[in-house]
């Protein structure tokens, strides 16, 4: 079974910067696009950032230039640096990955981990 586990929220003011990582752990065979989504109160879940196994990012409009995305695909890590944060990026932050499921055919399966809270303050 595979688990994603992030680490990094917190609390901070607005302007400043927090590091969201997620480390995927258990039977893995591959794993392609790994990505950040977000979910604030009453809202959908949203598409934050997204890196694909080459290295090929895209982000969300409101984020763009503000947040970084980036993988170490020897460790099976993804992260998220997001600078000059606004009270707009509150929400529950969730990794996310593609992984390779060999049984009973190949195929990219999507896992989420548990979310973690980014709160910032006005």
């Known amino acids: 079974q595979v688990q994603l586990v992030e680490s990094g929220g917190g609390l901070v003011q607005a302007g400043g910067s927090l590091r969201l990582s997620c480390a995927a752990s258990g039977s893995i065979f591959g794993i392609n696009a790994m990505g950040w989504y977000r979910q604030a109160p009453g809202k959908q879940r949203e598409l934050v950032a997204r890196i694909t196994r080459g290295g090929n990012t895209n982000y969300a409009d409101g984020v763009e230039g503000r947040f970084t995305i980036s993988r170490d695909n020897a460790k099976n890590t993804v992260s998220l640096q997001m600078n000059s944060l606004k009270p707009e990026d509150t929400a529950v932050y969730y990794c996310?990955?593609?992984?390779?499921?060999?049984?009973?055919?190949?195929?990219?399966?999507?896992?989420w981990g548990q979310g973690t809270q980014v709160t910032v303050s006005s």
């Open positions: 996310n990955a593609e992984i390779l499921k060999i049984i009973p055919n190949p195929s990219w399966e999507p896992r």
